[in-house]
């Protein structure tokens, strides 16, 4: 390919962050299209038009196609061109674009890494069988048949592994597709132990006392009162339940907010006790639950308990008294989340 049509393919904003980010780990497809954001038939077009311009190669591995730079642009007869784009590279790394770009490939990193079925990447820790959905299983064989309320819910993959070891699941989430499109997993997954329920989780469609644990997982960011939110978790639980919590800690990845409608950018620990030492819970631990060096998110989990019946009734939390369910104010009913 002569100069000028490699230079006018490199003319493209997409194509360059492409190679930005196969300069510093190979891909497939799906992870770059998480990355960069654009469609997948997009990110399939300009992989096909580097590879033809001999910028990337492709290799399989494991029933994946992954992309890397080709060795022709790495140390061949192209590589002024890459020590050129690397250059340009590393000056503008620190460009709101790029460090999002950034963050989201260590993301992509840290689930590549922590699915074992898929991927080994030492030989040392390719363990045939080895997977966390079957650590998480294997846990709920040790649990009761426990009545657990999913809050916000989304597509319903912790919904449905809750439900696995669960008595029952109530799963509630703001968004009719979401909830359908969540339905429909179940039904292929064959679990019918599960109710399903529009609601917001700042005022749940619950009633006092309903269940024996409340999950919000990587909800609570979204939440447009987090207080609230939490309170009325509390307010679901019998006395003796427990809430737990995942989220992000605290971190400066503003993109979020454009592209995944996050409200609050992650909580520290000490926001996360105090939401739930505010909401009345007991015996409250935040640990640290998920982090990888060079990710900027950091995933927390905070726990807490509801008082049992002798200090519940000092906190006015019996079920058979009917609480003041906490009301959004008016100016954030029905926002965004």
């Known amino acids: 390919m002569q100069a000028s049509a490699v230079f006018r393919l490199l003319g493209d904003d997409a194509r360059l962050r492409i190679l930005r980010l196969l300069g510093r780990e190979r891909l497939n497809v799906s992870e770059l299209t998480a990355i960069v954001g654009l469609a997948q038939s997009?990110?399939?077009?300009?992989?096909?038009?580097?590879?033809?311009?001999?910028?990337v190669a492709e290799e399989r591995e494991g029933g994946f196609v992954y992309y890397r730079l080709s060795p022709e642009l790495q140390d061949g007869r192209r590589a002024p061109l890459w020590q050129f784009l690397a250059s340009q590279f590393a000056e503008s790394g620190a460009s709101p674009a790029l460090r999002a770009d950034e963050a989201r490939l260590q993301e992509v990193l840290?689930?590549?890494?922590?699915?074992?079925?898929?991927?080994?990447?030492?030989?040392?820790?390719?363990?045939?069988?080895?997977?966390?959905?079957a650590w998480a299983r294997a846990l709920g064989h040790l649990l009761p048949p426990l009545e657990v309320a999913d809050l916000g819910c989304g597509e319903g993959y912790l919904?449905?592994?809750?439900?696995?070891?669960?008595?029952?699941?109530?799963?509630?989430?703001?968004s009719a597709a979401v909830l359908k499109r969540?339905?429909?997993?179940?039904?292929?997954?064959?679990?019918?132990?599960?109710t399903w329920k529009r609601g917001e989780i700042e005022e749940l469609p619950l009633a006092n006392a309903?269940?024996?644990?409340?999950?919000?997982s990587q909800a609570l960011h979204h939440?447009?009162?987090?207080?609230?939110?939490?309170?009325?978790?509390?307010?679901?639980?019998?006395p003796g339940g427990r809430l737990l919590v995942l989220d992000l800690r605290?971190?400066?990845?503003?993109?979020?907010?454009?592209?995944?409608a996050d409200r609050w950018l992650g909580f520290d620990a000490a926001r996360l006790?105090?939401?739930?030492?505010?909401?009345?819970?007991?015996?409250?631990?935040?640990?640290?639950?998920?982090?990888?060096?060079g990710d900027p998110f950091t995933v927390l989990i905070a726990s807490g308990a509801k008082p049992k019946a002798m200090q519940a009734r000092r906190h006015g939390l019996l079920p058979g008294r009917q609480q003041a369910r906490p009301r959004l104010n008016q100016r954030t009913r029905g926002g965004p989340r």
């Not at 309903?210 to 919000?216: K, N, T």
């Not at 909401?279 to 640990?287: E, F, N, S």
């Open 250 to 260: 605290a971190h400066d990845q503003e993109w979020v907010r454009r592209r995944l």
């Open 110 to 133: 840290r689930l590549r890494k922590e699915n074992f079925e898929a991927h080994g990447a030492e030989e040392r820790q390719l363990v045939p069988g080895r997977s966390w959905a």
């Open 210 to 216: 309903a269940v024996d644990v409340a999950l919000l």
């Open 159 to 174: 919904t449905i592994e809750a439900a696995r070891w669960a008595g029952h699941v109530v799963a509630v989430d703001r």
């Open 223 to 238: 939440a447009a009162e987090p207080a609230v939110a939490v309170a009325e978790a509390a307010r679901i639980l019998r």
């Open 273 to 293: 006790r105090s939401l739930l030492g505010g909401a009345g819970l007991r015996d409250v631990r935040v640990t640290v639950g998920a982090r990888r060096t």
């Open 42 to 55: 997009g990110v399939s077009r300009h992989l096909a038009l580097l590879k033809d311009a001999g910028l």
């Open 182 to 194: 969540a339905r429909a997993l179940a039904r292929r997954r064959d679990v019918s132990n599960i």
